[in-house]
């Protein structure tokens, strides 16, 4: 589901930045590399557990999930189809690495909590954004506002579990991830640097996380991104 509705978000971007830069007039376009912290909230996770205290596998939830901060290294490209236009296309690739702190999860099934130590856990992930900005320039103004999605994939690390031994448990293993964002920005161009602010919400699926490991594990949080790029 999530991979059939983050490419059908991707295909329907792709398609409008498409038909924005095919009537090129006097074309206008910029690189620029960026570096970038996030702060992250509301981190909720669920799936099949294979090991409910009640009878057999059922949904289990994680209310109280923690992430710390995501740093990323990125690249960003700005096209516009004339050098007059306020609109522009906002590409982005990026890589990102999340840290999961040694902490308790509260497990919340049919038939209560369940409170389990989960060690320390890692999401690489590389993602392609792509949307729009508008250049607020009025009287020389330098700000900008801008939105889009992006599709994202990678792995998550120590993601091992084998029923009946806790040893095993978080300490090795890794597992494929795939999923979209959708996010709002603001921000402001200084010369060849441009700041901005991106708030935004994920929604990704790892196919096998620790004993989430019959459909996998949904994880969704709110990112708050503060941003760097440096243009050429």
Known sequence: MIRRKTKIIFSIILTLATLISATTL????????SLSVSSISNVKIEGQH???????????KVDNAKIDSINTLGY??????????????????????????????????SGGTASVVQPKAWLETGEIYLG????????????????????????????SYVAGTPSAYGAYGTSGLEGHKVSVKAGFDY???????????????????RSFNISGAGIKYNNTTLRIIYRF
Not at 50 to 60: D, H, K, T
Not at 141 to 150: K, L, Q, R
């Open 26 to 33: 006097s074309a206008e376009s910029s690189h620029g590399v």
């Open 50 to 60: 294979s090991r409910a205290p009640a009878s057999g596998n059922e949904l289990m």
């Open 76 to 109: 960003s490209y700005r096209y516009s189809n004339a050098e007059s236009s306020r609109w522009k296309l906002d590409l982005g690739l990026t890589y990102s690495k999340a840290v999961l702190p040694p902490q308790t999860a509260l497990l919340t099934h």
């Open 132 to 159: 729009g900005i508008y250049e607020i320039n009025n009287f020389g103004s330098p700000f900008y506002i801008g939105a889009g999605a992006s599709y994202i994939n990678g792995r998550a690390i120590r993601t």
């Open 191 to 209: 010369g060849n640097f441009s700041i901005e602010v991106e708030q935004g919400q994920y929604n990704l699926n790892v196919k096998q996380y």
